[in-house]
């Protein structure tokens, strides 16, 4: 069973600061994605990380993968309030030909106070 | 842009009655997911389906849940009896390839009394 551990669980931080949050496994994936998702909502997509070592950027948010396809980070430069909202990431499993579906981490809690 | 849409947005049903879970795809999609998340829990993978049959299904996926693509656009998701720990939102979720972006529906949240 593949398990993705996301880090930290919670972190309130100010405006103007940053951060990064952690995505780590002990298993190889094809490709990780990152979502953000609402209460009540459905997971929206930020990036698919696919190559190891890729850095992807959106905005102030920067993403990694990791060299060895294991584990992800995403940093955010000078957060805003705006960028409140849980974290997710999910990977593909490495031969499931897309069939065995995507396996979530328990995701981030970020809250960015004014 | 094209989503993926799903209806009912919520579904209160009683312990024992039959639910089914409606999800259309985006268009030119061919792999398609239902998921769950218990409320609080992380989303939990429930069964993929291509090429109109069953790819692969987890160990929540047992004998009271059914899948079914009756027509060129919708994606159900059946629950024949409902228990109530299948109490949670359901996502239909939609990609056009292997390894290439899952989009997810606005979920269903079900509960069931």
């Known amino acids: 069973t593949q398990l993705l551990e996301q880090s930290p669980q919670f972190l309130s931080i100010q405006e103007g600061e940053n951060l990064t949050v952690y995505c780590n496994s002990s298993?190889?994936?094809?490709?990780l994605q990152w979502y953000r998702q609402e209460p009540g909502e459905g997971p929206v997509l930020l990036v698919t990380?696919?190559?190891?070592?890729e850095v992807k950027k959106l905005k102030r948010l920067t993403f990694q993968f990791g060299d060895a396809r294991k584990d992800s980070s995403l940093h955010i430069t000078a957060a805003q309030p705006g960028d409140t909202g849980l974290y997710l990431c999910?990977?593909?499993?490495?031969?499931?030909?897309?069939?065995?579906?995507?396996?979530f981490g328990k995701g981030t809690h970020l809250i960015i106070q004014p | 842009e094209p989503e993926v849409t799903q209806t009912p947005s919520h579904q209160v049903t009683q312990m024992g009655q039959e639910v089914i879970l409606r999800c259309v795809p985006i268009?030119?999609?061919?792999?398609f997911y239902w998921y769950r998340q218990i409320l609080g829990q992380k989303v939990e993978f429930l069964v993929s389906?291509?090429?109109?049959?069953?790819?692969?299904k987890s160990e929540i996926f047992d004998d009271q849940f059914s899948v079914e693509r009756p027509d060129g656009s919708n994606f159900t998701l059946k629950i024949r009896s409902t228990k109530l720990e299948d109490s949670a939102m359901y996502f239909c979720?939609?990609?056009?390839?292997?390894?290439?972006?899952?989009?997810f529906g606005q979920g269903t949240r079900l509960t069931v009394v």
């Open positions: 979720a939609s990609r056009r390839d292997t390894n290439t972006e899952a989009f």
């Open positions: 298993s190889v994936f094809s490709s």
């Open positions: 990380v696919v190559t190891g070592g």
């Open positions: 999910a990977g593909d499993a490495v031969g499931g030909g897309g069939a065995d579906g995507l396996t």
């Open positions: 268009s030119n999609h061919l792999y």
């Open positions: 389906f291509y090429n109109n049959e069953i790819s692969e």
